[in-house]
């Protein structure tokens, strides 16, 4: 069958679409919020973007592998339970570190537990997570059964208020994904997860680890998840075991719009990225234009609709034309 | 040499009966008393119903394959639970039309994720995703917070109270029902379409099944049950908020997984879902009545429910 040279760009380039409509809600962002480029506006969003930005590019990860993963919001959660309660609002500093290397290890332990029964028992990943989503949601709620603890202002500030030469911190996490992954995807690893993700069985008769593949993708998600988990705590400064909830959801939308398909195989890292940040975005234009409270949601939903549906309908637009 | 197999409805039935004979064991259990005995297992049933309703458009589109799964279900419920509420509003003759108002809507949601996945080739979780989204906001936009209203006396008569030899008529809905899906699934051309573009969907289109009309009409028929669960629900509860679909979507999905249906498509059963509605519910309200917290009762259900999949919800190997 012949593509539509649409068609090859956007397999060429998974993030094209993504990139097209991170431009054009930026300038409609920057039209309704003309403050937007200065540094401390900058920083003001970036922070808020980041948590969801680290879970998407953890859960795009999965997605290339051929996976899914439904338990990371509740990994973010009980990342936020750990260290909202075992540093406190008067922690010091080397427990905190201390506790988010723990935090990481959680993360990654959750994510190994994920890959074991997916990649190990050959369970289904979307009910496999779903299930393990319920032991960590539950978790969460043992460790903190109440919203309270927090973390130490020295810390939130530095996470909060860095800005280093006009770039707000995100930024700087942004550009250390993208070099780590531009890395990791020449090497022989990176060319067995799309692999794996574009056909396993093919995959595993030329001798690609499928198995070890598949499992080192939910690590690396639960590590991202905690990842995610650590600046959710940062950004917010207090505890609230179910605060990860609505980032699970959020991060399989970031990381479609940004091209990652759920069949796998494809996508890359750039574009959940950028995926998150439009969701960031939308929600941003939405409450600067004065949307009536009530219908904020629903343009929210449909704006996102609309964004995963533009593909399919320049498809089909340029199919009927030809 | 031949593995003893036990399906996986009866599989999960069976389970389900264990559990039950052993919570009598509990401190606040049935004991020896078979009237009490009696007594829960209806209600337990009862209550698996609307889990099992809702489950029902689920299996259909998880049959379909092609990825299929629709996340708007838990939206969907909520949002006829509501039309329900206030169509009717207390009034017997307002049931018809709220009944043919919830299937009207929930088939246009439905039709709307079908044609998506059909024409825009979005992925089924993606496009039933958004919609869930967009749906939700329906719900705020039309609610503006609060709902006001009544369900007719004679739907708390009909599904919540006992109609025909002490069985309740949620039950009874249920048999008929679960008749209906069965001679759907297994005696007409809808059925043997679906799974058959569920196996193999170009194998189905070279044999003259119309893929896009089947993928379309699947969704619309899972928007439809949703709609017939929201209405039941909320007759069954009698109140109305506006997450009480939520708690049904993820469940309806696990229902099917635990049915034995192949998350893959192209096999499966809706007994297989009813067993699965029956044994969530049951564990469920299990760890409910053995007043766990919320914390421990969650991280139970979470590895019951991973238990279960683990059992027989295995794929195949490469090996093999």
């Known amino acids: 069958m012949k593509q539509s040279r649409w068609q090859q760009a956007t397999y060429r380039h998974p993030y094209l679409f993504a990139l097209l409509l991170l431009v054009a809600a930026f300038i409609a962002n920057a039209l309704l919020q003309p403050n937007l480029l200065e540094p401390t506006t900058l920083n003001r969003n970036m922070r808020v973007f980041l948590p969801l930005i680290l879970v998407a590019v953890g859960q795009a990860i999965v997605m290339i592998g051929g996976g899914i993963d439904i338990s990371v919001g509740s990994i973010v959660s009980v990342v936020n339970a750990i260290l909202a309660t075992q540093i406190g609002l008067s922690g010091d500093l080397s427990t905190a570190g201390v506790m988010m290397g723990v935090a990481l290890l959680v993360g990654m332990g959750a994510g190994a537990l994920n890959g074991l029964f997916i990649a190990y028992l050959r369970l289904q990943p979307i009910i496999t997570t779903f299930a393990t989503s319920f032991i960590y949601a539950g978790l969460a709620l043992f460790i903190l059964p109440n919203p309270g603890g927090g973390a130490p202002s020295r810390l939130t500030a530095f996470y909060r208020e860095t800005i280093i030469l006009w770039l707000p911190l995100a930024f700087y996490v942004i550009a250390l994904i993208l070099l780590i992954w531009a890395v990791v995807r020449r090497t022989r690893y990176g060319r067995y997860l799309y692999a794996v993700g574009g056909k396993a069985d093919a995959a595993y008769e030329t001798g690609v680890p499928v198995r070890a593949v598949q499992f080192s993708t939910y690590v690396i998600s639960g590590l991202m998840a905690a990842l995610g988990g650590i600046a959710m705590t940062l950004l917010t400064g207090s505890g609230n075991a179910q605060v990860g909830d609505p980032l699970t959801l959020s991060s399989i939308t970031a990381a479609v719009i940004g091209g990652t398909p759920l069949s796998g195989g494809a996508g890359g890292v750039a574009g959940p990225i950028m995926g998150a940040i439009i969701l960031g975005l939308i929600r941003n234009i939405i409450s600067f234009a004065n949307v009536a409270t009530w219908w904020q949601t629903f343009v929210n939903a449909a704006i996102i609709v609309l964004a995963l549906a533009m593909p399919g309908i320049i498809n089909l637009v340029r199919r009927r034309t030809r | ?320």
């Not at chain 2, 949601?109 to 996945?117: H, Q």
């Not at chain 2, 979005?122 to 919609?131: A, R």
């Not at chain 2, 299990?286 to 917290?293: A, D, E, P, R």
């Not at chain 2, 919320?294 to 590895?303: D, H, I, K, N, Q």
């Open chain 2, 1 to 320: 040499m031949k593995r003893l197999t036990i399906s996986p409805p009866l599989a999960a039935v069976l389970l389900a009966i264990v559990l039950f004979l052993l919570s009598g064991f509990l401190p606040n259990g049935f004991g020896g008393n078979l009237d009490v005995a009696t007594a829960q297992a209806v209600n337990i049933v009862r209550l698996s119903v609307f889990l099992g309703i809702i489950a029902a458009g689920q299996t259909l589109v998880i049959i379909s394959g092609g990825e299929g799964i629709d996340l708007s279900t838990g939206a969907v419920v909520t949002l006829t639970a509501i039309l329900t509420y206030t169509i009717v509003n207390g009034r017997n003759e307002q049931v018809l039309p709220a009944l043919l108002a919830v299937l009207a809507v929930g088939g246009l949601i439905g039709l709307v994720n079908g044609a998506g996945i059909a024409f825009l080739a979005i992925s089924p979780l993606v496009m039933t995703l958004g919609m869930a989204g967009v749906v939700s906001g329906l719900i705020l936009v039309i609610t503006q917070g609060n709902v006001s209203g009544a369900v007719a006396p004679i739907m708390t008569q009909l599904i919540a109270r006992p109609v025909l030899l002490g069985i309740p008529g949620a039950i009874l809905i249920w048999a008929v029902f679960a008749a209906f899906m069965w001679l759907l699934l297994e005696r007409t051309a809808f059925g043997k379409n679906l799974f058959a573009i569920g196996a193999n969907r170009t194998a189905a289109r070279l044999s003259g099944v119309n893929v896009t009309g089947m993928v379309i009409g699947t969704y619309m028929l899972s928007g439809m049950l949703a709609g017939l669960g929201g209405f039941l629900v909320v007759g069954n509860t009698g109140v109305v908020h506006i997450r009480i679909g939520d708690p049904f979507l993820f469940p309806s999905i696990a229902a099917v997984a635990v049915g034995g249906t192949l998350l893959t498509g192209g096999k499966g059963s809706y007994f297989g879902t009813m067993a699965g509605a029956l044994v969530l519910t049951l564990v469920t309200s299990l760890l409910t009545t053995m007043q766990m917290q919320e914390s421990v009762r969650r991280m139970v259900l979470g590895a019951t429910l991973l238990a279960m999949i683990a059992i027989y919800g295995r794929q195949r190997g490469f090996r093999q």
